[in-house]
Structures are given as structure tokens and as C-alpha cells.
């Protein structure tokens, strides 16, 4: 009986964090879709991200493929690949940023080698009207 406080909090906790990581992924769905509709037309996206980060497999038309751990793989049967690093979420003056680097990757010589090809910053701001999340700035940055 004594520890029936202690599961209700845990259970609190870890309920609020479940939705948390949702909120999270759609934001990053969100990021990765307004981050993709400027470029080429492609159906597969390669990224990087750390293992926080939760995405599905597939986004709209967009089949993604973790490349964090096993880079060097994708890379045996392709001369190069495009692949996008998500940053870890940052706060800024109340509002929410994602970053995302764009490299393209070779493999050189038995290395494999990363050139920076631009990156984005993605700001959200929460509306409590809507009850979401808005986006209200991109910043691009290129060479």
C-alpha cells in the first residue's frame, strides 16, 4: 500500500513523456517534409540522427532509412549518397528549433568521407488558438 504513490507518479511520468516523444516526432516529420519539398523529387531519404529521435519508416512518399550506424554499407553499391543529419531539438527565446545538415557521402580510398552541403534551421512556436505547433521561420544556410 505504501507504494502506491510511488507507482501513480511513475505512471504520471511516464505518460506525459509518451506523448512527449509524439509531439517530438511530428515535429520532425514536419521539419523533414518542409526540408525535402525544396529539393530534387526523391522517394527514399537516407539520414543520420541520434537514437532519441523516433521516426517511422515511411512519411508521406518518403521511405526513411537510418544510415547512423551502417553508413558504410549503404554505401558498397552507390558511388555517393545525400543524406540529412537531424539535430537534437533546441529551445530559443520559448520557441522550438530543429536543425538539419545536409552532406553529401563518398567512400575514398577505404574512408568514408562527408562534405557539407547546406543546412536548415526549422523555428516552431507553439499556438495555444490551434493547440499545435506553427512553423514560423527556416533559416538556410549554404556554402
Known sequence: MRYLPLFIISLIILSFK?????????????????????GDKIDTVYIMKSFDIKLPSKIKNYH??????????????????YVIKLLPIEVNQG??????????????K??????????????????????QYKLINIKKYTI
Open 18 to 38: 509518451g506523448s512527449d516523444e509524439t509531439e517530438t516526432s511530428k515535429l520532425y516529420q514536419q521539419a523533414l517534409c518542409a526540408h525535402l519539398s525544396t
Open 64 to 81: 526513411i532509412i537510418d544510415v547512423t550506424d551502417s553508413l558504410e554499407f549503404f554505401l558498397k553499391n552507390k558511388k555517393s549518397l
Open 95 to 108: 520557441n522550438i528549433e530543429i536543425g538539419m545538415i545536409d552532406y553529401g557521402v563518398t567512400k575514398e
Open 110 to 131: 577505404g574512408e568514408v568521407m562527408m562534405a557539407w552541403s547546406g543546412s536548415k534551421i526549422f523555428t516552431y512556436k507553439y499556438s495555444t488558438k490551434a493547440k
